[in-house]
């Protein structure tokens, strides 16, 4: 799969917020780099985000996941706290329109927050 750096001069927004690359949109992997190392890491398909997405903190930790079609999240999202206690998982209908449920976690791992959509 093609992989460019989101810093490089060639990368744009058409003014739909599609990503271009060398004036064509872009289908492939896109990465950002801090210091030489992999921040994050997003599929895209045609300038719209589609595929897996992955952060990680400086230190190489990982930070979030995702997926997304079509520019919306889909399925299950996590973040994760520095130090590498789970934060937050959310959970998105195949629509990408609809939050299913969203769960978070204190840095000690302690349960901060839960709601389903449908009220369990």
Same mark, same amino acid.
């Given at each position: 799969?093609?992989?460019?750096?989101? !810093?490089?001069?060639?990368?744009?927004?058409?003014?739909?917020?599609?990503? %271009?690359? *060398?004036? =064509?949109?872009? #289908?492939? +992997?896109?990465?950002? *780099? %801090?210091?030489? $190392?992999?921040?994050?890491?997003? #599929?895209? $398909?045609?300038?719209?985000?589609?595929?897996?997405?992955?952060?990680?903190?400086?230190?190489?930790? %990982?930070?979030? =996941?995702?997926? &997304?079609?079509?520019? *919306?999240?889909?399925?299950?999202?996590? !973040?994760?706290?520095?130090?590498?206690?789970? &934060? &937050?998982? *959310?959970?998105? $209908?195949?629509?990408?329109? #609809?939050?299913?449920?969203?769960? +978070?976690? !204190?840095?000690?791992?302690?349960? #901060?927050? &839960?709601?389903?959509? !449908?009220?369990?």
């Amino acid at each position: 799969m093609r992989r460019i750096d989101i !810093d490089d001069p060639e990368v744009d927004m058409d003014p739909g917020q599609r990503l %271009l690359y *060398r004036g =064509e949109l872009f #289908t492939g +992997e896109v990465e950002e *780099r %801090l210091g030489g $190392a992999v921040v994050s890491l997003e #599929t895209y $398909a045609d300038g719209v985000l589609h595929g897996p997405n992955q952060e990680w903190y400086k230190d190489g930790t %990982l930070r979030s =996941e995702g997926m &997304a079609r079509g520019g *919306r999240p889909v399925g299950i999202t996590r !973040d994760w706290h520095p130090n590498g206690t789970l &934060a &937050a998982e *959310r959970e998105f $209908a195949e629509d990408g329109l #609809t939050m299913l449920s969203d769960r +978070e976690w !204190d840095e000690t791992g302690q349960p #901060t927050r &839960a709601w389903r959509k !449908d009220g369990d």
